[in-house]
């Protein structure tokens, strides 16, 4: 069989995500196997048994990474690595993650399967607590190998319940001796469901990701003065929402003629004192933006300042904007994004370029090495949902565009 005929198992793929889906069962359907639970132990030794089977040597890092690996003919050269993760949200669906890691080892199953060797070296990597959901900060396995935190930063951090990543790393037997560190790759991917309803909406199987969206996170204060709803004439008030209902509409306006890539969104508000028949003192808004390019970022968040200090000046208020976090906008590499596109051309599969909106552990592994993402549909968009759903044959279509794009950059 020629390499251009090679496809996947679905089949096997399918069965081995709900494999991995028992481990942690939610009652409705869904997965919670946090980051170094027990129930994460279970999952990483079934990857392993996996994995082993499948004939990789496996190898696991400083932070619990794991690197199950399937020798090139040059076994020297830079591997291509494919992964994600396996620990889920506390009410987790079963493909978050999982996909990215099980559709890599399936790669690597159909790569034997079909005796087809490749020069450089192919990796299936599972990348630790990758969701945040029990450790806070997320992506810190592949945050630690990127250099973006400290080992030691990230072996300190604590759940609620004060048990470090470092302790339950060695309590669950994945304190590795492998460095974690930023070493020679030669290509990165990472295939993923979509998390949204893009896809889905234009009828499309597989999603060329171009990066990741840019996202800062502000406070709006805007401060007023707290007096009687009854005797104070509206023209003698310092009114906080005066300022605050322009801030709305001249955001939604600038969402409007930055789109369709911008996103602005209000998530959260506090009206201090908080009470029915006072004019609030003080007003809190979290204001949330993003854009694929960091330059039009940029530009909102200026037109953003410009807004507020309009606004509370003509409602003659006081006010201040206040930056909570921020994430650079990603943008991928470019022969890994064709790698990607040139594969869907092939096999014939509907695609559309199209822009993350979540963060992933390629944010960071794209510092440090070629990377781009696959996407597939999941029903309706959801995730972080135990009723997160994909179908079979587009699971399948996502797994054969990994398996074209490692091929192409593996080398014969
Ligand atoms: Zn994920």
């Given at each position: 069989?020629?390499?251009?005929?090679?496809?996947?198992?679905?089949?096997?793929?399918?069965?081995?995500?709900?494999?991995?889906?028992?481990i942690g069962?939610?009652?409705?359907?869904?997965s919670n196997r946090q980051?170094?639970t027990d129930l994460d132990r279970e999952g990483?030794?079934?990857?392993?048994?996996?994995?082993?089977?499948?004939?990789?040597?496996?190898?696991?890092?400083?932070?619990?990474?794991?690197?199950?690996?399937?020798?090139?003919?040059?076994?020297?050269?830079?591997?291509?690595?494919?992964?994600?993760?396996?620990?889920t949200?506390?009410?987790?669906?079963?493909?978050?993650?999982?996909?990215?890691?099980?559709?890599?080892?399936?790669?690597?199953?159909?790569?034997?399967?079909?005796?087809?060797?490749?020069?450089?070296?192919?990796?299936?990597?599972?990348?630790?607590?990758?969701?945040?959901?029990?450790?806070?900060?997320?992506?810190?396995?592949?945050?630690?190998?990127?250099?973006?935190?400290?080992?030691?930063?990230?072996?300190?951090?604590?759940?609620?319940?004060?048990?470090?990543?470092?302790?339950?790393?060695?309590?669950?037997?994945?304190?590795?001796?492998?460095?974690?560190?930023?070493?020679?790759?030669?290509?990165?991917?990472?295939?993923?469901?979509?998390?949204?309803?893009?896809?889905?909406?234009?009828?499309?199987?597989?999603?060329?990701?171009?990066?990741?969206?840019?996202?800062?996170?502000?406070?709006?204060?805007?401060?007023?003065?707290?007096?009687?709803?009854?005797?104070?004439?509206?023209?003698?008030?310092?009114?906080?929402?005066?300022?605050?209902?322009?801030?709305?509409?001249?955001?939604?306006?600038?969402?409007?003629?930055?789109?369709?890539?911008?996103?602005?969104?209000?998530?959260?508000?506090?009206?201090?004192?908080?009470?029915?028949?006072?004019?609030?003192?003080?007003?809190?808004?979290?204001?949330?933006?993003?854009?694929?390019?960091?330059?039009?970022?940029?530009?909102?968040?200026?037109?953003?300042?410009?807004?507020?200090?309009?606004?509370?000046?003509?409602?003659?208020?006081?006010?201040?904007?206040?930056?909570?976090?921020?994430?650079?906008?990603?943008?991928?590499?470019?022969?890994?994004?064709?790698?990607?596109?040139?594969?869907?051309?092939?096999?014939?599969?509907?695609?559309?370029?199209?822009?993350?909106?979540?963060?992933?552990?390629?944010?960071?592994?794209?510092?440090?090495?070629?990377?781009?993402?696959?996407?597939?549909?999941?029903?309706?968009?959801?995730?972080?949902?135990?009723?997160?759903?994909?179908?079979?044959?587009?699971?399948?279509?996502?797994?054969?565009?990994?398996?074209?794009?490692?091929?192409?950059?593996?080398?014969?």
């Amino acid at each position: 069989m020629s390499k251009s005929e090679l496809r996947i198992n679905g089949a096997r793929l399918w069965d081995r995500l709900m494999e991995m889906a028992k481990i942690g069962a939610t009652p409705a359907g869904g997965s919670n196997r946090q980051a170094l639970t027990d129930l994460d132990r279970e999952g990483r030794d079934l990857f392993c048994s996996w994995a082993r089977n499948a004939g990789c040597s496996i190898e696991i890092d400083q932070m619990g990474n794991i690197f199950a690996r399937r020798a090139g003919t040059d076994d020297k050269a830079a591997p291509v690595i494919a992964g994600s993760h396996l620990d889920t949200q506390p009410t987790g669906g079963k493909f978050d993650g999982v996909y990215g890691v099980l559709a890599a080892l399936e790669v690597i199953e159909t790569l034997n399967d079909s005796g087809t060797s490749t020069s450089r070296p192919v990796e299936a990597v599972v990348w630790t607590n990758e969701e945040g959901a029990r450790f806070s900060p997320a992506m810190i396995g592949s945050g630690v190998l990127a250099g973006e935190f400290t080992l030691e930063y990230g072996h300190a951090a604590t759940d609620k319940a004060g048990k470090s990543i470092g302790d339950e790393l060695r309590r669950i037997g994945y304190a590795g001796e492998r460095p974690c560190k930023p070493f020679p790759i030669h290509a990165a991917f990472e295939a993923h469901i979509e998390q949204g309803p893009i896809l889905e909406a234009n009828n499309k199987t597989i999603g060329v990701v171009g990066g990741v969206q840019g996202m800062r996170w502000y406070d709006v204060i805007i401060n007023g003065d707290a007096v009687h709803a009854g005797p104070t004439p509206m023209d003698q008030r310092k009114d906080p929402f005066r300022a605050l209902h322009s801030i709305l509409a001249g955001l939604y306006e600038m969402a409007d003629r930055y789109a369709p890539q911008s996103r602005v969104t209000f998530g959260d508000i506090k009206a201090e004192p908080g009470s029915r028949n006072t004019v609030p003192e003080r007003l809190t808004l979290a204001v949330d933006l993003r854009h694929p390019n960091e330059k039009i970022l940029e530009e909102m968040e200026g037109e953003f300042r410009a807004i507020v200090a309009g606004s509370i000046a003509a409602a003659n208020v006081e006010g201040s904007v206040r930056v909570e976090w921020q994430s650079p906008a990603v943008e991928f590499d470019s022969g890994c994004i064709n790698a990607v596109r040139t594969a869907a051309q092939t096999l014939g599969y509907p695609y559309l370029e199209i822009v993350s909106g979540a963060g992933h552990d390629s944010v960071y592994l794209s510092r440090i090495a070629p990377t781009s993402m696959i996407f597939v549909p999941c029903k309706d968009g959801i995730s972080h949902n135990e009723a997160e759903s994909a179908e079979p044959a587009d699971l399948a279509a996502g797994a054969n565009i990994l398996l074209h794009a490692i091929l192409e950059r593996a080398g014969q």
